[in-house]
């Protein structure tokens, strides 16, 4: 039997209260024992459950009602069905307190994740699995942005937590995986977002309706049109045809939009068709520590390319058989197909003696091992301009000179490639 009624005193040392029934002209029960998850103060409105309608000292106080809600202090947790665990496996929190200088108040939903108010930190309950944890934040500001100055950026921010298995066998973080969500830091204080070991970002919608996606990327299913886009940021994963190779020899990071593309380039939606990508590579700086670090996830930015990159259908997806249909590299060299695009462009050019031409070259892209002079045409005194084919021309560190032929030049417009 189930019963509501007020708390009219409180014994915290016992963790047992007595509760007053107004229907039954204000009886008052003998001493109840307090559920775990309660901690309950005079004039509180309780739920009792009564394992016998005839008695009344039969009972445990099982929830505390506010007079329109209930009132669960801090934390609720849900068990499966046929579970025997020792934690429960989804939680609710209601956390408080100060982080980074700033007051908050927030309502976490966790799976495979708990708080223990105790220690005030976040805890995996299966150390192997991954962990999340929806934040509803009442008061505060999005974790790590304290210092902006931005005290009420609140938002609804999805976060995730890697367990064990999220790394390889020989990866230091596998073992770094703990009971607690966050890694103590150099300065001896505790962190818990914004790092490998602790939460990372999924998804916030901030105050102002800002979202960020914290992911690898977005996935467009297209309205039934298949197979599937994909807005996509980070490192191939693929692996190579070559089991001896070392991840440093071939991976690198990317940025760009996938189509029939898993996040990551190592798998395809549909096997018999084939897949693309296009956007931004880069290497991949294996020193942004200081130190060789062979799982780095930094970007280098120098060496990038702009790709049109395709896999063949019913093919592995090995970074070997990923090619580029198209590249430009930052220094503007492009390839077709890996055949190289000559770049054009003309260049005037100082004429010495009226016979022969002097020319610089444009910028410090082009030199002697680069350039090829596809045509000259020398202006005459006439102003007319006549096309040179027997030109003689010397590339120097510096730029080319070369002989125009019979006539008296004033200028002259070279056509040079770059290959």
């Known amino acids: 039997m189930i019963k509501k009624g007020y708390v009219s005193s409180v014994d915290p040392l016992k963790r047992t209260a007595r509760i007053t029934f107004t229907e039954l002209e204000r009886s008052v029960t003998a001493e109840l024992p307090i559920a775990s998850h309660l ?100 008061g505060g500001t999005y974790p790590g942005e304290e210092s902006t100055g931005d005290f009420i950026n609140q938002g609804v921010n999805l976060w995730k937590a890697n367990g064990k298995k999220a790394y390889g066998e020989d990866d ?26 602790g939460w990372n970002n999924h998804f916030m919608c901030d105050a102002y309706g800002g979202m960020t996606i914290g992911g690898s990327g977005f996935e467009i299913d297209g309205s039934g049109t298949s197979p599937f886009k994909r807005i996509s940021l980070g490192k191939f994963s693929g692996g190579s045809t070559d089991s001896a190779k070392a991840y ?20 395809m939606d549909e096997r018999g068709y084939n897949s693309f990508f296009w956007g931004m590579v880069s290497p991949l700086d294996f020193y942004d520590t200081g130190y060789y670090n062979p799982y780095t996830g930094r970007a280098k930015l120098e060496g990038t390319k702009m790709v049109w990159r395709k896999l063949p259908k019913n093919t592995d997806p090995r970074v070997e058989n990923w090619f580029d249909i198209a590249a430009i590299s930052e220094d503007g060299s492009m390839t077709l197909m890996g055949k190289p695009v000559p770049a054009v462009l003309e260049v005037k050019a100082d004429i010495v003696n009226m016979t022969d031409f002097n020319m610089a070259y444009p910028d ?3 030199n002697k091992h680069n350039i090829v002079i596809l045509a000259v045409k020398g202006v005459l005194e006439s102003g007319n301009l006549k096309q040179v084919g027997g030109y003689n021309a010397t590339f120097t560190d510096y730029g080319a000179y070369g002989y125009l032929g019979s006539g008296e030049f004033i200028s002259a417009k070279i056509l040079i490639s770059k290959i």
């Not at 890694?183 to 818990?192: C, I, N, V």
């Open 39 to 138: 901690e309950l103060s005079v004039s509180d409105y309780v739920v009792v459950a009564f394992t016998s309608s005839s008695n009344m000292a039969d009972g445990m106080i099982i929830s505390a009602f506010t007079e329109s809600a209930m009132r669960i202090n801090q934390s609720l947790g849900f068990y499966p069905e046929s579970g025997n665990l020792p934690q429960a496996p989804y939680n609710f929190a209601v956390i408080t307190g100060m982080r980074g200088g700033v007051e908050y108040t927030e309502l976490w939903i966790l799976v495979n994740a708990w708080y223990d108010y105790k220690t005030k930190r976040f805890k995996r309950v299966d150390l192997d699995n991954f962990s999340f944890g929806w934040q509803l934040q009442g």
């Open 248 to 267: 440093p020899d071939y991976g690198y990071a990317y940025n760009g939009t996938l189509w029939n593309g898993q996040h990551g380039l190592w798998n």
């Open 364 to 366: 410090d892209t082009w």
């Open 172 to 197: 230091p973080s596998r073992e770094l995986t703990g009971e607690d969500i966050g890694a103590l830091q150099s300065d001896g204080s505790w962190r818990e977002f914004g790092i490998m070991l």
